[in-house]
């Protein structure tokens, strides 16, 4: 499998380039601020991009859309609950394929409605659900405590801890980590009820 880490964008985004290294078909998440630096990377590996593929909605993970879809023809594949144009509708437990490399999708409510994680060969693209040593930010519109809340101790903990996390942010001491790690260090994880999550996340 074909992985690329992508830093861009002054808010210090990661976007990624997924792609099948045999059949050479590509998916890029989250893409924003440098399209070309993300285009480029997709000329020198020659891939043929099926798909973009959004983590959630927000100005600063779709911003490159529209240039990647003129650029490759790709279609836009978002969470059926995601309210901006979308080529591919996804819901939980979906998997989008690239050949031999096949993208299993988490919807993971939190930080938007739409929000989802995607599992790829042992990988664990978050988005701005987990960071490194930190969680997305619930006070935004559409965000929603309860939610993240789920997200986080109900589905993303129960994932195998040997995934490596890919955040949608370059926010934490390591550009990506382990879940087994965060689940050790990332004080967001701490156990906690619901109760005390909701009290905690909206502490200032």
């Not at 042992?122 to 965000?143: A, K, N, Q, S, Y």
């Amino acid at each position: 499998m074909i992985l690329e880490q992508i830093p861009v964008g002054e808010l210090r985004n990661f976007s990624y380039v997924i792609g099948d290294e045999e059949r050479r078909l590509a998916a890029v998440v989250d893409p924003a601020w440098n399209v070309p630096k993300i285009l480029e990377i997709i000329k020198k590996n020659q891939l043929m991009v099926r798909y973009v593929i959004n983590t959630h909605t927000h100005h600063d993970h779709v911003s490159g859309n529209d240039l990647i879809v003129s650029e490759t023809g790709a279609k836009i594949v978002m969470h059926a609950k995601a309210k901006l144009r979308k080529d591919v509708s996804v819901e939980d437990g979906d998997v989008i394929s690239l050949g031999k490399v096949q993208i299993k999708v988490i919807h993971t409510p939190g930080h938007t409605p739409e929000s989802i994680c995607l599992i790829v060969d042992g990988t664990l693209i978050t988005g701005d659900t987990l960071f490194v040593g930190e969680c997305g930010r619930t006070d935004l519109p559409g965000g929603n405590a309860a939610d993240m809340y789920n997200s986080l101790f109900n589905k993303i903990m129960s994932l195998d801890r040997d995934l490596k996390v890919y955040p949608g942010h370059d926010y934490g001491d390591r550009p990506c980590s382990t879940l087994g790690y965060e689940v050790e260090t990332n004080y967001t994880l701490k156990p906690r009820t619901v109760e005390e999550f909701l009290k905690f996340i909206s502490e200032p």
